[in-house]
């Protein structure tokens, strides 16, 4: 009876598992800088998928969401590690359809190759430890364009951050 025990569901998803609880169980964590690998099925590019109402999701793009929250449809979810399996939320960053086509371009992605990190294609976009900086940034009075000439990234981007709606640090929401 308590209600905080309780949760709203349809008459479907009564007996299933969370989409958070199925994600859990298919991923093997590790380290905060070690890849997390995706144990459950893969896309024929070696990426990790999962079914989220009814439909195949990456696994790697669920987990941002899981994470970080809502990606909109034209983001998309990189890595920043080159392992197609990978899904850990410290390895992946969001960019536009014209980053990942250059972003594969340039890693070579036809290949497979391990090799090349994330930092050195000057892909990388930013960490974890910098969305924090560019919020105190913001809460100091610094303007949003500032901010993203400093960290090279849009102002749009800048604005996402400070309003919290992507780089909201929320890993325990894998753990
Ligand atoms: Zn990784």
Known sequence: MNPRHLFLGTRHTKN???LRERFRSKIRIGDED???????A????????????????FAHRVAWELVYGFIS?????????DTPRCVNPRHLFLGTHYDNTH????KGRANYTNSAKGEKHGMAKITAADAKMIRTLRAA?????EIGVKFGISQ?????????????????ALR
């Open 73 to 81: 449809d034209d983001l998309c979810c990189l890595h920043r590690c």
């Open 103 to 106: 972003d594969m371009i340039a």
């Open 16 to 18: 299933k598992k969370s």
């Open 42 to 57: 893969l896309s024929t590019t070696g990426y990790g998928q999962i079914r989220v109402n009814g439909c195949l999701q």
């Open 141 to 145: 009075g610094w303007l949003q364009r």
């Open 34 to 40: 070690e890849c997390w690998l995706w144990m459950g």
């Open 156 to 172: 749009v981007t800048v604005s996402m951050i400070c309003l919290n709606k992507i780089w909201v640090d929320n890993l325990s």
